[in-house]
């Protein structure tokens, strides 16, 4: 679902997000075999187990459990990804992008910000702009 104009792509965020985002960065390798995201297996064979939506890299954990300790993240997944001109609310300063879960501040650890990077490279995330 990644447009390839320079401001509609896909964007790491290296917290949580609301879980049902339709934002959402959705990985496809994962979920045309196991659309429940539940099934223990690395289905694109990137050394993620369940990495439909993303990576809890605290965790180490895939699947629904992106979910970290705050609500930092889906803060920010808001102005980022906010609907335009609705005449609601705010206006997101790039409301086209997908955005991808990266969670590095887990329920009972954090860690993985270096891996989360190079995760969300390897994945088409924008990373730096020119």
Not at 20 to 48: A, K, M, T, V, Y
Not at 79 to 93: E, F, K, L, M
């Given at each position: 679902?990644?447009?390839?104009?320079?401001?509609w792509?896909?964007?790491?965020?290296i917290?949580?997000?609301?879980?049902?985002?339709?934002?959402?960065?959705?990985?496809?390798?994962?979920?045309?075999?196991?659309?429940?995201?539940?099934?223990?297996?690395?289905?694109?064979?990137?050394?993620?187990i369940?990495?439909?939506?993303?990576?809890?890299?605290?965790?180490?954990?895939?699947g629904?459990?992106?979910?970290?300790?705050?609500?930092?993240?889906?803060?920010?997944?808001?102005?980022?990804?906010?609907?335009?001109?609705?005449?609601?609310?705010?206006?997101?300063?790039?409301?086209?992008?997908?955005?991808?879960?990266?969670?590095c501040?887990?329920?009972?650890?954090?860690?993985?910000?270096e891996q989360?990077i190079?995760y969300?490279?390897d994945?088409g995330?924008?990373?730096?702009?020119?």
């Open positions: 679902m990644r447009s390839t104009a320079t401001l792509r896909t964007i790491p965020l917290e949580r997000l609301l879980a049902h985002s339709r934002r959402r960065w959705r990985n496809l390798g994962e979920l045309q075999s196991d659309p429940d995201c539940n099934n223990g297996i690395d289905d694109d064979g990137n050394g993620f369940d990495d439909c939506w993303g990576y809890n890299f605290a965790e180490n954990s895939g629904s459990n992106l979910m970290g300790s705050d609500w930092h993240g889906t803060h920010v997944a808001g102005i980022v990804a906010a609907d335009t001109d609705n005449g609601r609310g705010v206006s997101g300063t790039a409301w086209k992008a997908s955005l991808m879960t990266l969670t501040f887990g329920t009972s650890r954090s860690g993985g910000f989360s190079v969300a490279a994945n995330a924008a990373i730096s702009q020119k």
